[in-house]
C-alpha cells in the first residue's frame, strides 16, 4: 500500500471556482502535514502546513485534516490561472517529525 | 527567507564518471535532504541527514552516497553515474524551528549519456 495517495489529476476547473485536492495518508501515527506547489521546472514550495484535526485558513487557501479518516485536503478559493500547478501532499513518517513521504502530486488546471 | 542553493542547474555526464552535487543551506537548519524526482514517480528520499557527520538511508539509497562535513553542506555523490539515474535531484533543509518545513533547492538536472 502506498503510504500517501493523490489523484494525479488533471484536475480542470474554470477561473473563480474552488479546486479541491485531496490526498490520503497510511501511517496513524502521522502528525505533521504540509502541501507543496510546484510548477512546471520548478522546484516545490510550501503552501500550508497543518498539524491539528480541523481546518487552516490562509488567504485563498484552506487546508483540512481528519486523522481518524486519514485524509487532508487542499480548497483553493477563487482559483487564478496562476494557480495552474503540480500540488504534493506530503507527511511526516517518523516520531521526530522530519521525515518526509511525498504524494505523487495533483496536477490543477485553471481554466481561463 | 531560508535560501537552499545547488551548484548546478543542469549537468551531463558519462556513464562511469563520478558525480557530485553540492547543497549548501544558510539557515543554520540541523537537517538535509537528498531526493530525486521523476514522471510518474514523485519525490523519493535518497539519504537524508540530522547532523552534522550523520546520515541515513532514504528509501532509494543504492548507487548513491553522501557527505555533510559541514552543517551549511550536504553532498550526493554518485560514485559510477548510470543511465537510470538520469533525473532531478532536489536538496531540501529543515528545522524543528521552523514546524519541520522543508525547503528546497532550485534543482539540478542530470543526464547521465
Not at chain 1, 503510504?3 to 495518508?25: D, F, H, K, R, W
Request: proline share 4%; with cysteine; net charge neutral.
Amino acid at each position: 500500500q502506498k503510504e500517501v495517495e493523490q489523484n494525479s489529476g488533471p484536475l480542470s476547473v474554470p477561473e473563480g471556482a474552488i479546486a479541491s485536492l485531496n490526498c490520503t495518508y497510511s501511517d496513524r501515527g502521522s502528525q505533521s502535514f504540509f502541501w507543496y506547489r510546484q510548477y512546471s521546472g520548478k522546484s516545490p514550495e510550501l503552501i500550508m502546513s497543518i498539524y491539528s484535526n480541523g481546518d487552516k485558513e490562509d488567504g485563498r487557501f484552506t487546508a483540512q485534516l481528519n486523522k481518524a479518516s486519514q485524509y487532508v485536503s487542499l480548497l483553493i478559493r477563487d482559483s487564478q490561472p496562476s494557480d495552474s500547478a503540480t500540488y504534493l501532499c506530503a507527511v511526516n513518517r517518523d516520531n521526530y517529525g522530519q521525515n518526509f513521504v511525498f504524494g505523487p502530486g495533483t496536477r490543477l488546471s485553471v481554466l481561463p | 527567507d531560508v535560501k537552499v542553493t545547488q551548484s548546478s542547474r543542469y549537468l551531463v555526464k558519462r556513464t562511469g564518471e563520478k558525480v557530485f552535487l553540492e547543497c549548501v543551506q544558510d539557515m543554520d537548519h540541523e537537517n538535509m535532504f537528498w531526493y530525486r524526482q521523476d514522471p510518474g514517480l514523485g519525490l523519493r528520499l535518497i539519504y537524508f541527514s540530522y547532523d552534522v557527520k550523520m546520515k541515513e538511508k532514504g528509501d532509494i539509497p543504492e548507487g548513491y552516497s553522501v557527505s555533510r562535513e559541514k552543517k551549511e553542506r550536504f553532498s550526493l555523490i554518485l560514485e559510477s553515474a548510470s543511465t537510470n539515474q538520469t533525473s532531478m535531484y532536489l536538496c531540501a533543509s529543515s528545522a524543528p524551528t521552523s514546524g519541520d518545513t522543508q525547503y528546497f533547492g532550485p534543482g539540478t538536472r542530470l543526464t547521465v549519456l
